[in-house]
Nanobody
Framework: QVRLVESGGGLVQAGGSLRLSCAASGSIFSINAMGWYRQAPGKQRELVATITSGGSTNYADSSKGRFTISRDNAKNTVYLQMNSLKPEDTAVYYC?????????WGQGTQVTVSS
């Protein structure tokens, strides 16, 4: 079984920064990618950023230039540095891990950006 534990969410003013972390543990084999998604109230879950085991990254247009995803393969941990936060970034942020067999999700961490 795979477990994803997120941390780093919270309340921040517009223009501020937060760093999210997600540590994966358990029976992890052949990780293809890890990433972050978010879901705001009344909206569908959407991509924020992903990073492959080889280090290739993919960002949503809304994340480009403000967010940076990185990972520590030795620790099976992925990070999301979020700068210049906007009120529209307010959402529950979910960590995702993709293997050859399936996709795993964390429990989510709330990010609230006040104006």
């Amino acid at each position: 079984q795979v477990r994803l534990v997120e941390s780093g969410g919270g309340l921040v003013q517009a223009g501020g920064s937060l760093r999210l972390s997600c540590a994966a543990s358990g029976s992890i084999f052949s990780i293809n990618a890890m990433g972050w998604y978010r879901q705001a109230p009344g909206k569908q879950r959407e991509l924020v950023a992903t990073i492959t085991s080889g280090g290739s990254t993919n960002y949503a247009d809304s994340s480009k230039g403000r967010f940076t995803i990185s990972r520590d393969n030795a620790k099976n941990t992925v990070y999301l540095q979020m700068n210049s936060l906007k009120p529209e970034d307010t959402a529950v942020y979910y960590c995702n891990l993709q293997t050859l067999a399936r996709s795993y999700w964390g429990q989510g961490t709330q990010v609230t950006v006040s104006s």
